[in-house]
């Protein structure tokens, strides 16, 4: 069925008889927002002009797609097997990594986002500070909790591969947005790669989830959703998709479909790189459709967090060219919004910490 045939069906089945705004497609976005790797890396006025037109796509949209970045489609296979087989796994043993309360890293088969439930399962692991010791061992245990990886290496092995070929590129990333911003202090990028807390996200959207059999009263259109309204908390995220495309980012009051290029790399900036840049860059506010048609869609998301410890607050009012802007935002901590963001995620205790909460 063609994509504008399903979504007048989808419009139907929950007693819809407009087209939603959500089929639109981004050929605006195609157009301008596509980026080379091997650009970026060069020297000289050609990688300058890269960099200004950067600055402008992500001011503008907020995301943009990465070609040319070196990393191998066959590790992205691998990935997408793996994850594949982990989320085929028995119940009982994919409930044996659940998360909770106090580890917040794990499987979850009711993820919420803004404290409705997603209709997708998610498996999340992240950054260990010492990677010769156990995951559970105490120098590895950290304010999101520790890892519990399957013990088939056959599936945990791919995992940890995706990550630490994530982990160079999205710092890497990094530092072209800094520049982009006019950021000269390295010690910013250095604070990042010397002690992020980073993790990788796999997603898994089942046709079959129980949510998809329920309307979402509640949404600005038809639902449910693979994932609900919302905006990345951390510096910037790298995700990679394995089925039809279901991204959806909200511009100019309508939702539009992102479909990137085969084997390209989907990247958008989140909450902490809005306040270091004081709006500069706006995190954009992005969805993710639940899977239909018997469509059984996969997702990896590698979201580059700062260190614990950083604290946050405008680089843009310390720059010496714009000494008098003045911060928009307080000062805190990355591990003090960490915290009261998993309120909202993982415990469901009140509601989900915003950005907007910290403007002044």
């Known amino acids: 069925m063609h994509r504008l045939d399903r979504c007048i069906v989808r419009g139907f089945l929950f007693g819809k008889s407009v087209i939603e705004p959500s089929i639109l497609s981004f050929p605006e976005w195609r ?70 309360a106090t580890n917040a890293r794990g499987y979850n088969p009711a993820e919420l986002t803004k404290n409705r439930v997603d209709a997708k399962e998610i498996f999340d692991f992240g950054h260990k500070p010492d990677p010769n010791l156990a995951d559970d061992a105490l120098a590895n245990r950290v304010a999101d909790g520790w890892n519990q990886m399957p013990k088939d290496p056959a599936i945990s092995e791919p995992f940890r591969r995706w990550f630490s070929l994530c982990e160079p590129l999205a710092i890497e990333v990094y530092d072209w ?17 010397g002690g992020h807390s980073s993790f990788l996200r796999l997603n898994a959207y089942p046709d079959e989830h129980p949510m998809l059999g329920q309307a979402d009263e509640i949404s600005d259109a038809s639902g ?37 290029a085969p084997n390209a790399f989907i990247v958008n900036t989140g909450d902490m790189l809005q306040v270091l840049s004081n709006d500069r860059f706006v995190a954009p506010e992005h969805r993710v459709l639940g899977s239909s048609d018997g469509q059984y869609r996969l997702s990896a998301a590698y979201f580059l967090n700062p260190p614990y410890e950083q604290m946050i607050q405008s680089l843009m009012s310390n720059e010496e060219d714009s000494v008098s802007e003045v911060a928009r935002y307080r000062s805190f901590t990355w591990e003090e919004f960490r915290r009261r963001r998993g309120a ?17």
């Open 177 to 193: 947005l800094l520049t982009a911003l006019g950021i000269k202090d390295e010690s910013h990028l250095a604070a990042v790669a």
């Open 31 to 100: 157009q301008s927002a596509v980026f080379n790797a091997e650009l970026l890396r060069g020297r000289g006025l050609a990688r300058d002009r890269e960099l200004q037109r950067l600055a402008q796509v992500v001011a503008r949209w907020g995301f943009f797609e990465l070609r040319g970045h070196g990393i191998e489609h066959h590790a992205r296979q691998a990935l997408f097997a793996a994850q594949r087989a982990f989320f085929t796994l028995p119940k009982a043993e994919k409930l044996s990594l659940q998360r909770s």
């Open 224 to 260: 449910p959703f693979g994932i609900h309204r919302h905006t990345d908390a951390g510096l910037l995220t790298l995700l990679v998709e394995n089925g039809h495309h279901a991204l959806q980012v909200l511009y100019e009051g309508q939702w539009r479909l992102i479909e990137p």
């Open 344 to 360: 909202g995620d993982y415990e469901d205790l009140g509601e989900e910490v915003q950005i907007s909460q910290y403007r002044l």
